[in-house]
């Protein structure tokens, strides 16, 4: 079987998606996958960023993640994105980095790969939803396969029930959340398990 190579790819302004990536990457190692945990690049100015202590705390708190490239996507047979809401969409410094990945999809190299998405907002219905279905949007251009966790476990009727992915309150992210991160994290991981330990085939031309 397979070693199934995820990449969790996440932006926190304040920590709690922080937090929820973290959870995901320990759950997915321990489900049997291979990790790379990266964020997307702080795209706000310095000035800004240093004008707000948590915000400050936090980019340094990070400093020793990596920052996410395409070839952190190349390399993964899922993905686990994690963002908070801004409007209704996700965080632009998330955004940023996805318009970076147009060479990669043209080439084919973002298609047949799992994803999986969770979001924080500052209430619990401050447009996560959205902010989800914004995602999958993105990912099925790019020819990926949803694994949005439903209502597979028992913990999503504890965690708010968003059957999209996992939706936080921003800083309160709590131990009801990091159950269902890491049931959205193992079944990730068992798809995609399944997907690339599959004999492959070569398609006949169509008639």
């Known amino acids: 079987m397979s070693t199934p190579k995820i990449t969790v790819l996440f932006y926190s302004t304040y920590g709690t998606n922080h937090e929820i990536a973290r959870t995901a990457a320990d759950a997915a190692r321990a489900a049997g996958a291979e990790v790379r945990l990266v964020r997307a690049r702080e795209t706000a100015p310095e000035e800004v960023v240093n004008g707000q202590e948590p915000w400050k705390a936090q980019v340094e708190k990070m400093a020793d993640i990596p920052?996410?490239?395409?070839?952190?996507?190349?390399?993964?047979?899922?993905?686990?994105?994690?963002?908070?809401?801004?409007?209704?969409?996700?965080?632009?410094?998330?955004?940023?980095?996805?318009?970076?990945?147009?060479?990669?999809?043209?080439?084919?190299?973002?298609?047949?790969?799992?994803?999986t998405a969770t979001a924080s907002a500052g209430n619990a219905n401050g447009g996560v939803e959205m902010t989800l279905q914004s995602l999958y949007t993105s990912a099925m251009h790019w020819g990926a396969i949803l694994v949005p966790p439903g209502y597979t476990d028992g913990v999503k009727f504890e965690d708010g029930g968003n059957p999209y992915g996992y939706s936080a309150k921003a800083g309160a992210f709590d131990e009801t959340g990091r159950r269902s991160v890491a049931h959205q994290a193992r079944r990730l991981v068992e798809f995609t398990t399944r997907l690339v330990s599959a004999p492959t085939r070569e398609l006949e031309p169509a008639e």
């Open 67 to 115: 920052v996410a490239t395409p070839e952190d996507m190349i390399w993964a047979d899922g993905f686990f994105v994690s963002t908070p809401t801004r409007y209704g969409v996700p965080a632009s410094q998330l955004r940023a980095f996805i318009d970076t990945l147009g060479p990669a999809w043209q080439a084919g190299k973002l298609a047949n790969k799992t994803f």
